[in-house]
């Protein structure tokens, strides 16, 4: 992941603050005391000031630990490894020992937006292949608090591990935490550029760092519980950190990144090369983008180049587009398509998130796989069918979010295809929601932007056809071919 250059160019995480969503951190570990940072750490569990995990014999709560282990271990003190941001300061917040309930999860959120730069999570709803969950009230306005308001206006950046149900077939567009536009959702590669056996495809992965495999292959050395260490942590619990200790070294090149410059960074800057998958695909920008590692895997010292001299992207607008051609009712072992036409809405020509937020009815919820297609062709599998989840509620306005349109331009024809398998139901409403930018997003400075810089070669409105232009080609051959009809018509009875 290139940290070691980055390291050697003087960005060690210094002045940048970390703080784990876990079951607690050992803030008087070696490994972690001489970073530990109490202004960045709560106990919410237990009401209290003190991160401290709770001890018993099974080690239970020795997660957060591990996790803060690999963003800001200290370097040269001949134990355990060293973290990704050797200097940077680690908090932790003490709330999965517990009821993890709407309020607490937006406490733990929330917790000193002023002073914490960086949040990382690696939990989220059951990864068993059924559940459909996401953040509630509480959490959904912490999350947009903290990109509007946190770090001073720039934006809490939340990095989220994508989740561990692979095992189990889940999707993790079935989590509305790693689902969300506000999270910088993080999957996993093994050591070897496989696939692990636990990762979760889903087209809101953003990008990947490394973590464990198989039984042969090496997993991740930390810090552990009791202050001792570890050879055998594991998952997307792992690569998030991971990805959270690479965001710090980012954010120390250039303090005012914005939580969306953020994103964009690692797109821009993210490998997808020696990394095996089936599903590899190039995108309407000529990147290459997979449902398994996201843009591929992060890259430290890419990121603080890019970083060092960026320029904020312009300001975040989104456009609703709904569907209103009534309800489509699809039978077991078919499949429905659905189009919807947008212009933007005239706010958003340069796409980063799509999302589709769907009401469907099934009998049977695992059984239906759902695709969107762009204007530009890029298809994403917004869900997979799922063996386990036999539920009949369907999806009642759930968002889900791809993120492999990025760069796009979202003017034009969406189609979203529903495919069933054995069930029966029906699509009754989807609304197309884009995000992005009015503006090119990196300006005059495209060139500098390997990958993206096709984007903007064109006069805008020569590059993309304008939707209205669109509609009159549509209604000028309709036009034409009654002329048609009614010319044959005269002649005919002449």
């Not at 970073?35 to 995990?53: G, I, T, W």
């Not at 009821?99 to 607490?104: E, K, L, M, Q, Y």
């Not at 206006?153 to 989220?160: A, C, D, Q």
């Not at 386990?388 to 306005?397: H, I, L, Q, T, V």
Request: proline share 4%.
């Amino acid at each position: 992941m290139n940290v070691q250059d980055a390291w050697s160019m003087g960005f060690t995480g210094k002045g940048v603050v970390v703080t784990i969503l876990d079951d607690g951190i050992e803030r008087n570990h070696p490994d972690l005391k001489a970073n530990y940072d109490p202004r960045a750490s709560f106990d919410v569990n237990n009401h209290d000031s003190d991160p401290l995990p709770r001890y018993d014999d099974s080690n239970e709560n020795r997660h957060g630990t591990r996790c803060a282990g690999e963003v800001a271990a200290i370097a040269n003190n001949s134990m355990c490894s060293v973290g990704v941001a050797f200097d940077a300061s680690i908090g932790g917040v003490r709330m999965l020992d517990g009821d993890v309930t709407d309020a607490v999860e937006a406490q733990s959120l929330s917790l000193n937006p002023q002073h914490i730069d960086i949040y990382s999570a690696s939990w989220g709803p059951d990864d068993d292949g059924k559940t459909v969950d996401g953040p509630a009230q509480l959490a959904w306005k912490a999350f947009v608090d903290g990109v509007e308001r946190g770090r001073r206006g720039l934006g809490s950046i939340f990095v989220w591990a994508s989740g561990n149900g692979g095992r189990e077939k889940d999707s993790c567009n079935c989590d509305g935490y790693t689902n969300s536009i506000y999270t910088l959702s993080v999957s996993s590669a093994t050591e070897h550029g496989k696939i692990p056996w636990y990762s979760e495809p889903c087209s809101s992965t953003l990008a990947s760092t490394y973590s464990s495999g198989s039984e042969n292959d090496r997993q991740i050395v930390t810090s552990d519980l009791r202050k001792g260490c570890t050879e055998g942590h594991t998952g997307t619990s792992a690569s998030a950190p991971l990805a959270a200790g690479i965001v710090a070294l980012a954010l120390q090149a250039n303090p005012r990144l914005t939580w969306r410059d953020m994103q964009h960074i690692v797109v821009l800057t993210a490998n997808p090369n020696h990394l095996a998958a089936t599903d590899w695909k190039i995108n309407g920008v000529g990147k290459r983008v997979s449902h398994s590692y996201g843009y591929g895997i992060m890259d430290a010292t890419a990121m603080i180049k890019l970083a060092r001299n960026w320029t904020s992207v312009p300001p975040q607008k989104s456009c609703a587009t709904p569907y209103n051609n009534g309800s489509k009712s699809f039978s077991s072992g078919t499949s429905i398509k659905s189009t919807v036409y947008t212009d933007g809405c005239g706010r958003v020509n340069y796409l980063e998130h799509v999302q589709a937020v769907v009401v469907l009815f099934a009998s049977n919820r695992g059984e239906i796989a759902i695709k969107l297609k762009s204007p530009s062709g890029t298809e994403s599998d917004l869900l997979v069918k799922r063996p386990r989840d036999s539920s009949g509620r369907g999806f009642d306005k759930w968002a889900f979010m791809t993120t492999h349109c990025w760069g796009e331009h979202s003017h034009g024809a969406w189609t979203l295809e529903v495919i069933s398998g054995s069930t029966t139901g029906s699509l009754d409403s989807w609304t197309l929601v884009t995000w992005g930018t009015k503006t090119p997003p990196y300006g005059k400075r495209k060139h500098e932007y390997s990958g993206l810089y096709k984007i903007f070669q064109d006069d805008y409105r020569r590059h993309v056809p304008n939707l209205n232009n669109e509609v009159s080609r549509t209604q000028s051959l309709v036009a034409r071919w009654f002329f048609t009809v009614f010319l044959v018509t005269i002649v005919f009875y002449s």
